[in-house]
């Protein structure tokens, strides 16, 4: 067996996963959202991502300005940004933690079932 024997059916079959898992993606997002329109859906998210990122930018000031010797604005802010970027951030994963679920969900079953179909068309059961 050569190499070009080799990885022309494993690329088939690594197509025919990764078309799988996107088929089963998109159908778990239109589970989820029920004919909602996805950016309605990252605005309502986002909206109520703040109030974790307004919290965790009043920590990172707080955690900034507090210091030995060097109290310095700038460090705060920094320190402010940093904390309400990773505030929003998981913040914005929390809010979308249901469609990230739903979307993985249906992803790992499409994937499941075409592992499954490849398996049988390798390994025949011949019921005769």
């Given amino acids: 067996m050569n190499l070009a024997t080799f990885l022309k059916p494993n690329a088939d079959y690594g197509r025919k996963l990764l078309r799988s898992a996107l088929e089963g993606a998109h159908s778990g997002e239109e589970a989820y959202l029920r004919g909602k329109p996805f950016t309605i859906f990252v605005d309502e998210s986002a909206r109520n991502a703040w109030k974790p990122a307004v919290l965790a930018a009043c920590l990172g000031l707080l955690g900034g300005y507090t210091g030995y010797r060097h109290r310095s604005p700038g460090r705060a802010m920094a320190y402010g940004v940093l904390g309400g970027t990773i505030g929003f951030s998981v913040g914005l994963a929390w809010e979308s933690r ?5 979307v993985a969900s249906a992803a790992w079953k499409k994937i499941g079932r075409t592992r499954d179909e490849h398996w049988l068309a390798q390994n025949p059961i011949d019921y005769a």
């Fill in 98 to 102: 249901g469609l990230t679920a739903s």
